[in-house]
């Protein structure tokens, strides 16, 4: 069984930064496709960013520029360094992953084929 752990949330000024981490009870290597995604209050899950075993990264439209995913296989953990916090990133996050790599390169920005999910982690801009 996957288990995902996410840390880093927590309470910040607006303009300011935080970086999430997502550590991994498996070798990531084996997570094939990687993702964060955030839920606010009375909202869907949505989707922030992937990345997939070669490194190719995929983030949807609205959250390139101020969100960046990476992977660290040697400590087993996932990133999502994020800047210029505006209140409407307050959310959620959490740390998703797969087995298969077609989740991430037939990502059309849900969450919906992710098969493992962390518990999440608060984040709040203000």
């Known amino acids: 069984q996957v288990q995902l752990v996410e840390s880093g949330g927590g309470s910040v000024q607006v303009g300011g930064s935080l970086r999430l981490s997502c550590a991994a009870s498996?070798?990531?290597?084996?997570?094939?496709?990687m993702g964060w995604f955030r839920q606010a209050p009375g909202k869907e899950h949505e989707g922030i960013a992937t990345?997939?075993?070669?490194?190719?990264?995929a983030y949807p439209e609205s959250m390139k520029g101020r969100f960046t995913i990476s992977v660290d296989n040697a400590k087993n953990t996932l990133y999502l360094q994020m800047d210029s916090l505006e209140p409407g990133d307050t959310a959620i996050y959490y740390c998703?992953?797969?087995?298969?790599?077609?989740?991430?390169?037939?990502?059309?920005?849900?969450?919906?084929?992710?098969?493992?999910w962390g518990q999440g982690t608060q984040v709040t801009v203000s």
């Open positions: 990345i997939d075993s070669d490194g190719d990264t």
């Open positions: 498996v070798d990531t290597s084996s997570l094939y496709c």
């Open positions: 998703a992953a797969d087995p298969w790599v077609g989740v991430c390169r037939d990502w059309s920005g849900t969450a919906a084929d992710f098969t493992y």
